[in-house]
Structure formats: C-alpha cells, structure tokens
C-alpha cells in the first residue's frame, strides 16, 4: 500500500525513527514517502498516513498539530497511526491527573473526528551537549529543582521500532483500514481480545 510518514523533529532522533519506520515498511513491500512537516505533504491519496512528533512541554511538538489542523477534512477520509518521541515513558499520576506517557497522546485523539487506529510510545534522547543554549539552561533548572542531573540519556530501541510497525500494519489488517470517515461504524462490533483468543486456537 501507499504510505505517507509525516514527521517533525528538533535534535534528529524523530527524523532517525522515521527513517527507520520507512524503511521496514519498504523491506515489507510498501510504498513509502517521507516527509518533514515543513513541506507540507498532502495526506491525499494514500492508504495509510503514520504522524511522527516528539514531546516537547508535555505534548506532540506544535508543528504537526499545525499540520493537522491545516489538513484535518482531508485527515477524516485516510487510516491514520502515530508514533511519539519522548523520555516519560511511563507516566505518572500527578496531582489526581494521568501525566506523561500515553496521556501525552490525549491531543491527537481529540483533533480527530475518526482518530488514529494505533499509536505508541518511542524511547527518546537527551544530550545537552547537543540542546540550544535555551534548552540547556532550561532543562538543567527543571532537573535541579527536582533534586536531579541533566544528564545525556537514550531511551531509543530499535526494537520497539520494529514493534510499532509490526502492529500498526496487523492492526491496519484487522481494523484499522476501515478507520476512515464513513467506514468507521464497521469497526463497531470488533472484538480485539476475541480476534486475539481466534488465532490463539489457530496456533493449536
Ligand atoms: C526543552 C525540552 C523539553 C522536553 N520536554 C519533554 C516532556 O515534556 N516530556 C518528555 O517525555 N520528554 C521531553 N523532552 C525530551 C524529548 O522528547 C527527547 O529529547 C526527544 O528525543 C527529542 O526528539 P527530537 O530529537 O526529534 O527533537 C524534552 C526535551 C527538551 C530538550
């Protein structure tokens, strides 16, 4: 199938996670276009479009919400999935409110009136000796307020790549592809943990 990546990135390790997506779909046969929020790519006419951002202040970076919004009518008629780069992998409770993690996706299921089918999380990278001065003196505030170091840390695994894009193309398979602007309503009766507990039994 035809795939668009559309990606934006600060210090590069979302731009290398795109990079990386494109190409294991490529070895899986696909037809894959790359592109940095930047160009502006069109979502038209393609059978899957895969969002890349990194976290910045607590959201996916502002420039591919800008690009959502610039193409959202367009966004409702095509599956969509999306990856996020960012350290708080986990998440927290904090004060009473889901904080970090998935929670940090919240804004891309709500800019959708049919949202992505599948998303995740992908492990970051912090080096202040790569960060802007601003960043730098910003980051190490945050972290000495809280009684820590900044300090150069990867959380990026190649394999949990290789996952994403394993599972967004079954789930593409088994429900994702209806995950359009009138199609939608097809989906209502799956039943994941079902199609799960199905193939099991195929397995013997
Ligand atoms: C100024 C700044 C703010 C950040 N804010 C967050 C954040 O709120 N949550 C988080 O999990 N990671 C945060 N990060 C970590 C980035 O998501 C991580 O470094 C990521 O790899 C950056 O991707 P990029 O190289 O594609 O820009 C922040 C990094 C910087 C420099």
């Given at each position: 199938m035809r795939i668009l990546i559309v990606y934006t990135t600060r210090y590069g390790t979302t731009e290398k996670v795109a990079g990386l997506v494109k190409n294991l779909f490529e070895e899986r046969n696909h037809e894959v276009k790359v592109a940095h929020v930047e160009e502006n790519p069109?979502?038209?006419?393609?059978d899957l479009v895969v969002m890349g951002a990194p976290v910045y202040r607590d959201g996916p970076h502002w420039d591919l919400m800008e690009w959502i919004e610039r193409h959202k009518g367009e966004l409702e008629d095509v599956p969509k999935a999306f990856f996020l780069v960012a350290m708080?992998?986990?998440?927290s409770v904090f004060m009473g409110k889901l904080h970090g993690g998935i929670a940090y996706a919240q804004p891309l299921i709500e800019a959708?009136?049919?949202?992505?089918f599948y998303g995740t999380l992908i492990g970051g990278e912090i080096d202040p000796e790569k960060m802007s001065d601003e960043d730098r003196r910003k980051m190490r505030r945050f972290y000495a307020v809280l009684g820590e170091k900044l300090e150069k840390k990867s959380l990026f695994s190649e394999k949990d790549v290789e996952a994403f894009v394993r599972r967004t193309l079954l789930y593409y398979d088994w429900f994702?592809?209806?995950?359009r602007r009138g199609e939608?309503?097809?989906?209502?009766?799956?039943?994941f943990m079902e199609k799960v507990r199905e193939l099991e039994r195929t397995l013997g």
């Amino acid at each position: 199938m035809r795939i668009l990546i559309v990606y934006t990135t600060r210090y590069g390790t979302t731009e290398k996670v795109a990079g990386l997506v494109k190409n294991l779909f490529e070895e899986r046969n696909h037809e894959v276009k790359v592109a940095h929020v930047e160009e502006n790519p069109s979502p038209v006419n393609y059978d899957l479009v895969v969002m890349g951002a990194p976290v910045y202040r607590d959201g996916p970076h502002w420039d591919l919400m800008e690009w959502i919004e610039r193409h959202k009518g367009e966004l409702e008629d095509v599956p969509k999935a999306f990856f996020l780069v960012a350290m708080h992998l986990a998440g927290s409770v904090f004060m009473g409110k889901l904080h970090g993690g998935i929670a940090y996706a919240q804004p891309l299921i709500e800019a959708f009136e049919v949202p992505p089918f599948y998303g995740t999380l992908i492990g970051g990278e912090i080096d202040p000796e790569k960060m802007s001065d601003e960043d730098r003196r910003k980051m190490r505030r945050f972290y000495a307020v809280l009684g820590e170091k900044l300090e150069k840390k990867s959380l990026f695994s190649e394999k949990d790549v290789e996952a994403f894009v394993r599972r967004t193309l079954l789930y593409y398979d088994w429900f994702g592809r209806h995950f359009r602007r009138g199609e939608v309503e097809k989906t209502k009766n799956f039943d994941f943990m079902e199609k799960v507990r199905e193939l099991e039994r195929t397995l013997g």
